[in-house]
C-alpha cells in the first residue's frame, strides 16, 4: 500500500503540477512587488435585513427563522439586524398588504421578510423593500420534513428578489478529505453543514467534478488496477455508477474529467505515451478527441460558461502557465504572463473571469484574469498557501482550500475579499472543493 501511494503521489503531483521549479532571487523579488490583497472582515456594504418570526404552526417557526437569518448571512449581500432592535413587532401577524416601513428605516433595515406557516408545512414569505415600501417578493414554500432546506430556498429567493441573482446557500460543493485516513470524495452544504461522504472505497480519489444537474460527481480514483481512472458517483438521472471510458485501453492513466456546460461531453486529461494530453469524449465514451499533442505537460482542463473554451494549464514555455483554447482544440494561445509558476484555472460562471493559483515566494495565492488577459489581480493573498478556487453557481463566491490551520481545510469568500469563512474543520486535510450547481 505504501508503494501504492508512493505512485499516486507522484502522479498528483504531476497534475497538480505543484513541484515548484527552482526560481531566482530576482525572480522571488519580482513576485514579491506584486499588489496583495489580504482578507478582511471589510467588504462593500451589506444591506441590512430584519426577519421577523413567522407566525403559524407545523414548522418550529424560531428555528426556521434562525435558518433563514444564516442563510441570508451567508449570501454576502445580506446582513441581519438583531430583533432587540426592532421597532416594528418581532413577530409576523401574517403576510401583510402593507408595512409601517418607517419603523424599519428609522432602525436601518433595507428589508424586512415576514411569513407564516401552516399545519401542513406551507410557508408563505413576503419580502419588502423598506426604502421604497413595496413587496418584491411574494412565495409560497412546502417545508416537507426538511425546514432548514426550506429556509435556504426562501433566503435565496430573496437574495434573487434584491439583486436579479439567486443566492447560493442551497448548493453543495464537493471535496477531497482523508478524515477515514484514506482521500475519499465527500460532500457538504455550502455552508459547510452536513458533510459526508460520497466514496468509501478506501482508494484514493481526487478532483471531484460535478456534472451540470446536479446528478453526478466525476473523480479520479485509484480503485481499478492501482492506477488512476475516471469514474462516477450519482443519486439520480440516468447517469450509471462506475468507471467511465472503459472502451479505453486500460493501461492508460486518466487523471482527470469536468463536464462541459450541456453534460455531454467531457474534458478529460489522459496519458499519451506517459505524457498527460487533455481530450473531448461524450458523457458515454464515444467520440473520443485529442486537442492537445505537446511534448510538455497539458493538464487541469476548465470550460468556459458557454462551453466554446477550455482553459488549461501546460508548462509548454518552461514552467506552469494558464492557457485557453477553443473547445475543438485550436486557437491555443497563453494567458498568464505575470508570476512564474500558475495553474488550476476556473472559469466563472458568468465568463467574467479566471481564478487560478500562483506562487508568491514560498506559498500559493489565489488571483483572477479576465479571458483577455486585460485585467489580472490578487483575490486572495495569506502567509500560509491558498488553492484549488472552484466558483459558486452565482460568481459572488470563491470556495477553496488552504493550509492556515496548519493542515489544508476548505474555505469560502466573496469575490470582493470579504465575508471569509472556513467550511471544514474536521481532521485530516480537506482540499479541492467543486461547488456544485443550483438544485434542481
Given amino acids: 500500500m505504501n508503494a501504492i501511494r508512493s505512485v499516486a503521489a507522484t502522479f498528483l503531483a504531476l497534475l497538480l503540477l505543484a513541484s515548484a521549479p527552482v526560481v531566482s532571487r530576482a525572480q522571488e523579488e519580482a513576485e514579491s512587488e506584486r499588489p496583495a490583497v489580504v482578507i478582511t472582515d471589510a467588504g462593500s456594504r451589506r444591506l441590512q435585513i430584519a426577519t421577523q418570526q413567522f407566525a403559524g404552526s407545523g414548522v418550529d417557526v424560531a428555528a426556521l427563522r434562525k435558518d433563514i437569518g444564516a442563510a441570508l448571512d451567508f449570501s454576502g449581500v445580506f446582513q441581519s439586524v438583531d430583533p432587540a432592535a426592532f421597532l416594528g413587532p418581532r413577530q409576523s401577524a401574517g403576510v401583510s398588504d402593507a408595512l409601517e416601513c418607517a419603523n424599519w428605516r428609522q432602525i436601518g433595515a433595507d428589508a424586512l421578510l415576514e411569513g407564516t406557516t401552516g399545519a401542513s408545512g406551507a410557508i408563505e414569505v413576503r419580502a419588502w423593500d423598506v426604502a421604497r415600501c413595496r413587496a418584491v417578493l411574494t412565495r ?247 488553492q484549488a478556487p472552484s466558483w459558486a453557481p452565482d460568481s459572488r463566491k470563491i470556495a477553496f482550500h488552504s493550509t492556515r490551520r496548519g493542515k489544508s481545510d476548505i474555505y469560502a469568500v466573496d469575490l470582493d475579499g470579504a465575508n471569509p469563512r472556513r467550511l471544514t474543520q474536521a481532521a485530516g486535510e480537506n482540499t479541492h472543493p467543486s461547488w456544485g450547481p443550483y438544485p434542481r
Fill in 140 to 386: 409560497s414554500y412546502r417545508a416537507a420534513g426538511e425546514p432548514t432546506r426550506a429556509a435556504r430556498r426562501i433566503a435565496d429567493d430573496v437574495v434573487e428578489a434584491f439583486t436579479g441573482k439567486r443566492g447560493v446557500s442551497s448548493t453543495e460543493i464537493a471535496f477531497v478529505s482523508t478524515r477515514t485516513g484514506n482521500a475519499e470524495i465527500h460532500v457538504m452544504d455550502a455552508d459547510g453543514s452536513n458533510q459526508r461522504a460520497a466514496t468509501r472505497n478506501k482508494s484514493i480519489n481526487a478532483f471531484p467534478a460535478w456534472s451540470p444537474d446536479g446528478n453526478a460527481i466525476l473523480y479520479m480514483s485509484y480503485l481499478y488496477r492501482r492506477s488512476p481512472h475516471l469514474f462516477r458517483s450519482v443519486r439520480g438521472g440516468d447517469a450509471k455508477a462506475g468507471r467511465l471510458l472503459q472502451n479505453l485501453d486500460p493501461t492508460r492513466a486518466v487523471y482527470r474529467g469536468v463536464y462541459d456546460p450541456t453534460g455531454r461531453r467531457l474534458a478529460a486529461v489522459i496519458s499519451v505515451d506517459g505524457a498527460p494530453e487533455i481530450f473531448t469524449v461524450d458523457a458515454d465514451g464515444a467520440n473520443l478527441r485529442r486537442l492537445t499533442n505537446h511534448k510538455s505537460i497539458d493538464v487541469s482542463p476548465a470550460w468556459s460558461p458557454d462551453g466554446k473554451q477550455i482553459a488549461f494549464v501546460s508548462d509548454r514555455s518552461g514552467a506552469p502557465q494558464v492557457y485557453l483554447m477553443n473547445a475543438d482544440g485550436t486557437g491555443q494561445r497563453r494567458l498568464t504572463f505575470q508570476g512564474s509558476y500558475n495553474t488550476a484555472p476556473a472559469w466563472s460562471p458568468d465568463g467574467r473571469w479566471i481564478a487560478y493559483e500562483t506562487r508568491a515566494g514560498g506559498q500559493f495565492d489565489i488571483w483572477l484574469i479576465d479571458p483577455e488577459g486585460r485585467t489580472n489581480a490578487p483575490l486572495v493573498t495569506h502567509p500560509r498557501s491558498d
